[in-house]
T-cell receptor
């Protein structure tokens, strides 16, 4: 079974600074990978996804993520954080088979300082 | 914009009451899921369905039950609510194995 680890429970950055949120997964083959964002009291919104091909994927709101097979990682990045990016971010992984399930990491709470 | 809806958004109910949380999607997705999430915490899968008349328990044991009589509808029922059931419940649906899940806005349940 696959698993996901988000090592950072909380991260605080200044507005305008760059951001990197870490995600490590455990799975025997290349999985499907996702990043979601959750604002307080809301559901989850997809930021970006990776299935195959180019290992650098672009998402909404200026986010990007890079799949690194050798490091089993799928880190999320943004060059310049805005105050509205403050939220909870979840990395998720799914096995690449028909009956796959989405497994979520524990989440990283991003706080943005003015 | 994802077409998956949860009602109610907020619910405060007394101990021992029976409640049903509604989840509907208009995308024709076969796969549907219920997650439980405490504030600021990770998501735990409690139920899922691969289609009509298919329901399975997830990783986290839950006293709730689900049904899937129609493709678009996946309600979750608690026969006798307890304070330990206080949490946020998120419903999601998915089309095929290699696609993302779409989430509803969630139901925040408080049992007093």
């Amino acid at each position: 079974a696959q698993s996901v680890t988000q090592p950072d429970i909380h991260i605080t950055v200044s507005e305008g600074a760059s951001l990197e949120l870490r995600c490590n997964y455990s799975y025997g083959a290349t999985p499907y990978l996702f990043w979601y964002v959750q604002s307080p009291g809301q559901g989850l919104q997809l930021l970006l996804k990776y299935f195959s091909g180019d290992t650098l994927v672009q998402g909404i709101k200026g986010f990007e993520a890079e799949f690194k097979r050798s490091q089993s990682s799928f880190n999320l990045r943004k060059p310049s954080v805005h105050w509205s990016d403050a939220a909870e971010y979840f990395c998720a992984v799914a096995a690449n088979n028909a009956g796959n399930m989405l497994t979520f990491g524990g989440g990283t709470r991003l706080m943005v300082k003015p | 914009e994802a077409d998956i809806y949860q009602t109610p958004r907020y619910l405060v109910i007394g101990t021992g009451k029976k409640i049903t949380l509604e989840c509907s999607q208009t995308m024709g997705h076969d796969k549907m899921y219920w997650y439980q999430q405490d504030p600021g915490m990770e998501l735990h899968l409690i139920h899922y369905s691969y289609g009509v008349n298919s329901t399975e328990k997830g990783d986290l044991s839950s006293e709730s039950t689900v049904s899937r009589i129609r493709t678009e509808h996946f309600p979750l029922t608690l026969e006798s609510a307890r304070p330990s059931h206080t949490s946020q419940y998120l419903c999601a649906s998915r089309d095929r194995a290699y696609t993302e899940a779409f989430f509803g806005q969630g139901t925040r349940l408080t049992v007093v």
